[in-house]
């Protein structure tokens, strides 16, 4: 069965210092792997994904993350954090064979990013 | 226009009563889904729905009942609200394969 963990459910970094948030997963196929942000009071926003392409991935706002098969992990960095960065952050992974719930995601508990002037 | 719409935003309903969340998209996805949010928990999914006939209990489906009455629109159900199903439930929607889903805005329910 596939999961995700999220290594640190709150993250507290100063502006302008490097974001890293984890997240390893668990998968017995070749996974799609995603990165969602959740703003106060709203839905969840895609930041990026990684579907079998390159293992370096390049989303919105400045966050990437590499997929790394050897260490099942999918880590969202970006280089220089900003005040407008502050969010909950979760990753979520897919199945990349068919099947019933093909395509249904499972997400991670999700990484509070708070972010100090 | 959202491309997913979620009503209501807001519910506060009591111990017992049935509730209906709604959900319709402007996507033209044949895929839809319940999610529940709970601090700490992460999303759960409740049901899902690869088109109209094809409904499926997701981890997490026990005192939930869903409908999909046409492409666009899946509405969930509480057929007796108790208090732990006081949660922000999130619909979504999605094309076959990897794209990702499209969220509502959500609908914080709390049950007293």
């Known amino acids: 069965a596939q999961s995700v963990t999220q290594l640190g459910s709150h993250v507290s970094v100063s502006e302008g210092a490097l974001v890293l948030l984890r997240c390893n997963y668990s998968?017995?196929?070749?996974?799609?792997l995603f990165w969602y942000v959740q703003y106060p009071n709203q839905g969840l926003q895609l930041l990026l994904k990684y579907t079998s392409a390159a293992t370096l991935v390049k989303g919105i706002n400045g966050f990437e993350a590499e997929f790394k098969k050897s260490e099942t992990s999918f880590h969202l960095t970006k280089p220089s954090a900003h005040m407008s960065d502050a969010a909950e952050y979760f990753c979520a992974v897919s199945e990349s064979t068919g099947g019933g719930s093909q395509g249904n995601l499972i997400f991670g508990k999700g990484t509070k990013l708070s972010v100090k002037p | 226009d959202a491309d997913v719409t979620q009503t209501p935003r807001n519910r506060i309903t009591k111990t017992g009563k049935r509730i209906m969340l709604e959900c319709s998209q402007t996507?033209?996805?044949?895929?839809m889904y319940w999610y529940r949010q709970d601090p700490g928990l992460g999303l759960r999914l409740i049901y899902y729905?690869?088109?109209?006939?094809?409904?499926n209990k997701g981890e997490i489906s026990d005192g939930y009942s869903v409908s999909r009455q046409a492409q666009a629109k899946f509405s969930l159900s509480l057929e007796s609200a108790i208090p732990n199903q006081t949660a922000l439930y999130f619909c979504?929607?999605?094309?076959?394969?990897?794209?990702?889903?499209?969220f509502g805005s959500g609908t914080r329910l709390t049950v007293v």
């Open positions: 996507k033209g996805h044949d895929r």
């Open positions: 979504a929607t999605s094309e076959p394969g990897p794209r990702g889903y499209t």
């Open positions: 729905s690869f088109d109209v006939k094809d409904i």
């Open positions: 998968s017995s196929v070749p996974p799609y």
